[in-house]
């Protein structure tokens, strides 16, 4: 009964590579966000989507591209990476986007992504 | 100036005391308020919100918020090692697009049996 879920858990590449993280949430949440936790902890969102619509984009180089082909899954693809890519990914929910004042957002397990 | 500060820590308590973890933030509109914990190699776990000037008891968890002061608490009591993890403090910004949380740096408590 898992609520957000992510795949891969691990994921370890070379520079230059491109990678995806998937990401799904089976809560019926109309929200989907992207957040990155580098290694002094801070957790900083990157992008948000409400019904398959981006709604956030923060200051992130368009390397990163994200795609939600439906309201349950945002995926996060990374073109041409770069050693300071490394960080743990999270993906995370809402029930809105913001209308509320009270909206909960709940995380997935994260995506530890290691560049080499 | 950060828009959410916290202190690193380590905060250290002796099991059964009392934790207390402040976090202040810049944005004097800002409405919502949210504390999670983040257990080592884990994801982030929402323990405690709070919208309203005062105090707001959940179990052993009370969140204090001051507006007028622009700082936010939390207050662990009778502290087990269990929870000894990082606590995170989020703020909404007000008018902030599509619901996004600004995060503190986070807290890491450490209670000692």
């Known amino acids: 009964d898992t609520a957000v879920s992510q795949t891969p858990k691990y994921l370890v590449t070379q520079m230059g590579n491109d990678k995806s993280i998937k990401c799904e949430q089976n809560?019926?949440?109309?929200?989907m966000y992207w957040y990155k936790q580098d290694s002094k902890k801070f957790l900083k969102i990157m992008f948000s989507?409400?019904?398959?619509?981006?709604?956030i984009n923060e200051t992130v180089p368009n390397r990163f591209s994200p795609k939600s082909p439906d309201k349950a899954h945002l995926n996060l693809h990374i073109n041409s990476l770069e050693l300071g890519d490394s960080a743990v990914y999270f993906c995370?929910?809402?029930?809105?986007?913001?209308?509320?004042?009270?909206?909960?957002?709940?995380f997935g397990p994260g995506t530890r992504l290691t560049v080499l | 100036q950060k828009e959410v500060e916290q202190n690193s820590g380590p905060l250290s308590v002796p099991e059964g005391a009392i934790a207390s973890l402040n976090c202040t933030y810049s944005?004097?509109?800002?409405?919502?308020f949210f504390w999670y914990r983040q257990y080592s190699g884990k994801s982030p776990e929402l323990i405690m919100s709070?919208?309203?000037?005062g105090d707001k008891e959940d179990g052993r968890f009370t969140a204090q918020l001051n507006k007028a002061s622009q700082y936010v608490s939390l207050l662990i009591r009778d502290s087990q090692p269990s929870d000894s993890a990082t606590y995170l403090c989020a703020v909404r910004p007000p008018a902030a697009a599509g619901n996004k949380l600004t995060f503190g740096g986070g807290t890491r408590v450490l209670v000692k049996p």
């Open positions: 989507y409400n019904n398959k619509e981006l709604i």
């Open positions: 709070i919208y309203s000037n």
């Open positions: 809560l019926g949440h109309d929200t």
């Open positions: 995370a929910s809402s029930q809105g986007s913001g209308g509320l004042s009270r909206d909960t957002q709940y």
């Open positions: 944005d004097r509109g800002s409405q919502s």
